[in-house]
C-alpha cells in the first residue's frame, strides 16, 4: 500500500490511512506500506536548502528533503501501534534500497527483502518511507518528485506483493482530466504500455518510472483513493483502476469485464516549449551539431521536425524541450551558433501537447485521421506531429487546450453516457 501526500497532511488523516492499513492486515494480508512527506512538506524543505546555500551541494540536499518520508513512516508506525497493531518503520537505509549515487533523481539497483519478509511473515506492518534509497558510498539519496511510486512499484516486487495499492486524492484512471470534461469515465483496467505513454505525456496520476518498473517487474498496480467514506468498497473489491498486462487485460475483456476501446485516454501538457532553427544547412551532421549538446546537459528532445531542404541547400528545424530547460536550451544553441550554422532562433512557450494513446491503434487504422479532422473543424491548427506504436501528440496553441481535448474525449467517444433516472 502507498499513500500520496494528500493523503498524509496531518494527523487524522494518518490516522485514517492507519485504519485502512490495520483493515488490510486484519483481512489476513501481509501488509508493507510505503508514505510519502506530507503534503507541501517536500516543497518546504527545498526553499530551507536554497536559503542556506544557493550552490547546495546534492547529497546533502538530499539529507534534507528525504526528512519529510522519515517523519510520516514514524508517525503511521505510532499510530497503528495506538489501534493496537504490530508495526515498525524500515528507512530506506535500513532495508537498504540500494540506488546508483545519482542525487535527487537517484535509480534504484537492487533493495534487499529477507529482513522485511521475515517481519511480514511474523504479522509485522512495515512502513517505510519512499523516494529515498543509500548509494553504494552510504548515502542518503532521493529518486525525483514522484519517486514514492516507484520506491513502492520497487519494494512490492522485491516483496514478490500479490499487488500494488497506490492511494492518491483521485479514485483512478479517467479517460481524461475530469476537473476539464465532467464526462470523463474512470477506467477499470490499463496496460502498462498505455500508462506509460499517458504518464509520459501529461497525465499526473503515476510516476513515469514507476509504471516502466512495474511493467519490466510484472507488479500489478491498482490506483485508488485514499478520501472515499467509511462504507467505500474495499480494495480487494478492485474499486480503483488495474493497471496490469497485456494478457490480463485480454482476460479481463474475454472475461466481459472490459469492453475493448480503440482509444483509452486523452492527455495534456502545457509544460512545453518550442524552438525553430531557421537555414539550418541541409548536410550530414548538421542535426548531430543541435541535439548532442542538449543530450550532453540532460534536456529531453521531444517532437523533431525538419523540413525539407530548399533550393539553397537549408533546411528548417523544430523541436520541443521542457519549458523549465528553455532558457538553456536556448543559451546553448545560441553559444554553438557557428557549428551549427543555423540563421536564428524562434521560441515559443505558449504552447501546450495534446496526446490521443490507445493499444487498439496497433490494429486499427483512421485513428489519426479522426484526431486532425476534429481539430480542423473547431479551427485548432496543428503545429507538430509526433507518434508512436499506441499514440499520437500534437503540438497546439496553449490557449486552446482545453477546447482539444473536449473536441478528442467526444471524437473517440469516450464521453460517459448518463444513465437514465
Known amino acids: 500500500m502507498k499513500f500520496g501526500g494528500t493523503s498524509m497532511a496531518g ?35 527545498i526553499n530551507f536548502c536554497r536559503e542556506a546555500n544557493a550552490l547546495y551541494d546534492p547529497a546533502e540536499f538530499d539529507v534534507v528533503v528525504s526528512s519529510g518520508e522519515q517523519v510520516t513512516s514514524g508517525l503511521l508506525a505510532l499510530t497503528l501501534q495506538s489501534l493496537g497493531t504490530k508495526a515498525r518503520s524500515w ?37 517505510i518511507p519512499g523516494f529515498q534509497g543509500v548509494s553504494e558510498e552510504g548515502r542518503i539519496t532521493t529518486m525525483g518528485r514522484g519517486g514514492s511510486d516507484t520506491s513502492a512499484v520497487g519494494i512490492a516486487a ?92 485480454d482476460q479481463l475483456v474475454e472475461n466481459g469485464d472490459m469492453e475493448r476501446q480503440l482509444v483509452t485516454g486523452i492527455a495534456h501538457d502545457k509544460n512545453e516549449a518550442k524552438i525553430i532553427l531557421t537555414r539550418v544547412p541541409d548536410k550530414p551532421g548538421a542535426v548531430a551539431h543541435i541535439f548532442e549538446p542538449l543530450a550532453d546537459a540532460s534536456i529531453n528532445v521531444d517532437m523533431i521536425i525538419q523540413n525539407v531542404g530548399r533550393d539553397k541547400g537549408e533546411t528548417d528545424v523544430t523541436f520541443t524541450v521542457p519549458q523549465a ?64 506504436e499506441i499514440k499520437v501528440s500534437v503540438l497546439i496553441d496553449e490557449d486552446e487546450t482545453e477546447l482539444a481535448v473536449r473536441v478528442l474525449h467526444t471524437a473517440y467517444g469516450l464521453d460517459a453516457v448518463e444513465e437514465a433516472v
Open 11 to 45: 494527523t487524522e488523516r494518518i490516522r485514517r490511512v492507519a485504519n485502512l492499513v490495520r483493515a488490510q492486515a486484519a483481512a489476513g494480508n501481509q501488509v508493507a506500506v510505503v508514505v510519502s512527506a506530507m503534503a507541501g512538506e517536500t516543497d518546504r524543505l
Open 91 to 127: 528507512l530506506g537505509w535500513q532495508l537498504p534500497v540500494r540506488t546508483i549515487e545519482a542525487h535527487s533523481k537517484a535509480r534504484i539497483e537492487t533493495i534487499d527483502a529477507p529482513g522485511l519478509i521475515e517481519a511480514l511473515e511474523d504479522g509485522e506492518i512495515a512502513v
Open 158 to 249: 522485491a516483496i514478490n506483493a500479490d499487488r500494488c495499492d497506490i492511494y492518491t486524492d483521485v479514485d483512478g484512471v479517467y479517460t481524461t482530466d475530469p476537473r476539464i470534461v465532467a464526462k470523463a469515465r474512470k477506467l477499470k483496467a490499463v496496460t502498462y504500455e498505455e500508462m506509460l505513454e499517458l504518464a509520459s505525456v501529461g497525465a499526473k496520476v503515476l510516476q513515469t518510472r514507476s509504471v516502466g518498473l512495474a511493467m519490466k517487474a510484472g507488479v500489478r498496480i491498482q490506483v485508488l483513493s485514499s478520501f472515499g467514506d467509511d462504507d467505500a468498497a474495499s480494495a480487494d473489491e478492485l474499486p480503483g483502476t488495474l493497471i496490469v498486462s497485456d494478457m490480463e487485460m
Open 325 to 388: 530547460d528553455l532558457a538553456r536550451a536556448q543559451a546553448m544553441l545560441e553559444d554553438r551558433l557557428e557549428d551549427i550554422g543555423f540563421n536564428r532562433i524562434i521560441t515559443d512557450s505558449h504552447i501546450a501537447k495534446i496526446s490521443v494513446v490507445g493499444v487498439g491503434m496497433k490494429s486499427h487504422a483512421g485513428v489519426a485521421s479522426t484526431m486532425f479532422r476534429a481539430l480542423s473543424d473547431r479551427g485548432i491548427n496543428i503545429q507538430a506531429i509526433s507518434t508512436s
